[in-house]
T-cell receptor, first 112, second 111 residues
Framework: GESVGLHLPTLSVQEGDNSIINCAYSNSASDYFIWYKQESGKGPQFIIDIRSNMDKRQGQRVTVLLNKTVKHLSLQIAATQPGDSAVYFCAEPNQAGTALIFGKGTTLSVSS | DSGVTQTPKHLITATGQRVTLRCSPRSGDLSVYWYQQSLDQGLQFLIQYYNGEERAKGNILERFSAQQFPDLHSELNLSSLELGDSALYFC??????????FGPGTRLTVL
């Protein structure tokens, strides 16, 4: 069925470290994934997306990796900053393409 | 700033009451989505409207309803409120692509 989940609910890193946030999905037919960042008191904010015809996509300080063999994607944040502290969600469209299905979220805490 | 606005930011009410949450999508976006975010359930899709018409329903209770007006703003109506309805309610809009832009949310507290 459709489900998107994350491996760890929390991740604590030091400022300047690289962060890796993981997500597993169950639907092998899924072809589009999105990472959202939600800061305290705000709505989810689009970070980066990736289609299934790609293994890797890079943005500004962020990289998403997609491993279709094991149905896993990850978000890598380089040189993590205190402003990166937030909850990160992976999401994918449902089969009908009418809504997004969100994972439970990983809370990233960055200490300086 | 996503361009999606929601009012009110906070809402406190009592069980059994009815409330209306309002959302204005990004300029030009025809699709509006409503999501509920609670601590134990995460972000759950409730309902989608496209250009005034209901397009899809998710885990929306019968006590809840929504509509989208000709100016494309949307309202989510929650009635016979229960303690368990306390949550953050988000509106998102999109212009047809898969990416959705989320508003700041309305925090509903039912006492």
């Amino acid at each position: 069925g459709e489900s998107v989940g994350l491996h760890l609910p929390t991740l604590s890193v030091q400022e300047g470290d690289n962060s890796i946030i993981n997500c597993a999905y169950s639907n092998s037919a899924s072809d589009y994934f999105i990472w959202y960042k939600q800061e305290s008191g705000k709505g989810p904010q689009f970070i980066i997306d990736i289609r299934s015809n790609m293994d890797k996509r890079q943005g500004q300080r962020v990289t998403v990796l997609l491993n279709k063999t094991v149905k896993h994607l990850s978000l890598q944040i380089a040189a993590t900053q205190p402003g990166d502290s937030a909850v990160y969600f992976c999401a994918e469209p449902n089969q009908a393409g009418t809504a997004l299905i969100f994972g439970k979220g990983t809370t990233l805490s960055v200490s300086s | 700033d996503s361009g999606v606005t929601q009012t009110p930011k906070h809402l406190i009410t009592a069980t059994g009451q009815r409330v209306t949450l309002r959302c204005s999508p990004r300029s030009g976006d025809l699709s509006v989505y409503w999501y509920q975010q609670s601590l134990d359930q995460g972000l759950q899709f409730l309902i989608q409207y496209y250009n005034g018409e209901e397009r899809a329903k998710g885990n929306i209770l019968e006590r809840f309803s929504a509509q989208q007006f000709p100016d494309l703003h949307s309202e989510l109506n929650l009635s016979s409120l229960e303690l368990g309805d306390s949550a953050l309610y988000f509106c998102a809009s999109s212009g047809g692509a898969s990416e959705q832009f989320f508003g700041p949310g309305t925090r509903l507290t039912v006492l």
